[in-house]
């Protein structure tokens, strides 16, 4: 199984700031990853797939970039709906994985 | 607008059975391949299964591999989840999530339902 690891797993951020998620793959997965948000009771919500594209409806304040192993998830200026849990997935191969998650919290 | 609804969660014995659903709308159905995930309480998501548009093919994960079966009936629009020898770690939210793809490889779960929460507990 390719493993996703996110980091940090917990980042502690304001209003305003620039603010980077790290997602490592075990394997090579191409362009093939996909970014979720979640806010607690909700489901996650599509924000970015194949790294870098932003689903229709998500702001330009978030970009994806990478590819291989190691991508990246930016927020170039964290609003006070952004604060929540992010998770990059892979569907290169099977099974699909998620990484495990980077909570974004209020500083 | 797309929707997908589940329901069916509730609470189980060890050991029990439970059948899930998710009525979907707004699109059409049979031409998507379509996903269970679920996520135990303050964990992450976890990919549990999936089934191709005829549902003619299936795929799950290890940990659920002969206990669960995933199925769909293109004719009602609803994709389900049996589960049968409920274990207390298949305690979670489970989410069925349609599949959509740009390459054959670069796929994504571009719609989710709410969720139906599945509780095992003597």
């Known amino acids: 199984d390719i493993q996703l690891t996110q980091s940090p797993s917990f980042l502690s951020a304001s209003v305003g700031d620039r603010v980077t998620i790290t997602c490592r793959a075990s394997q090579g997965i191409s362009s093939d990853l996909a970014w979720y948000q979640q806010k607690p009771g909700k489901a996650p919500k599509l924000l970015i797939y194949?790294?870098?594209t932003l689903q229709s409806g998500v702001p330009s304040r978030f970009s994806g970039t990478g590819s291989g192993t190691e991508f990246t998830l930016t927020i170039s200026s964290l609003q006070p709906e952004d604060f929540a849990t992010y998770y990059c997935q892979q569907l290169n191969s099977y099974p699909p994985t998620f990484g495990q998650g980077t909570k974004v919290d209020i500083k | 607008e797309v929707q997908l609804v589940e329901s069916g969660g509730g609470l189980v014995k060890p050991g029990g059975s439970l059948r899930l659903s998710c009525a979907a709308s707004a699109f059409t159905f049979r031409s998507y391949w379509m996903h269970w995930v679920r996520q135990a309480p303050g964990e992450g998501l976890v990919w549990v299964s999936r089934i191709n548009g005829d549902g003619s093919d299936t795929r799950y994960a290890d940990s659920v591999m002969g206990r669960f079966t995933i199925s769909r009936d293109n004719a009602k629009n609803t994709l389900y989840l049996q589960m049968n020898s409920l274990r207390a770690e298949d305690a979670a939210v489970y989410y069925c999530?349609?599949?959509?793809?740009?390459?054959?490889?670069?796929?994504?779960?571009?719609?989710w339902g709410q969720g139906t929460l599945v509780t095992v507990s003597s």
């Open positions: 999530a349609r599949e959509h793809c740009t390459t054959s490889t670069s796929c994504y779960f571009d719609y």
């Open positions: 194949a790294t870098s």
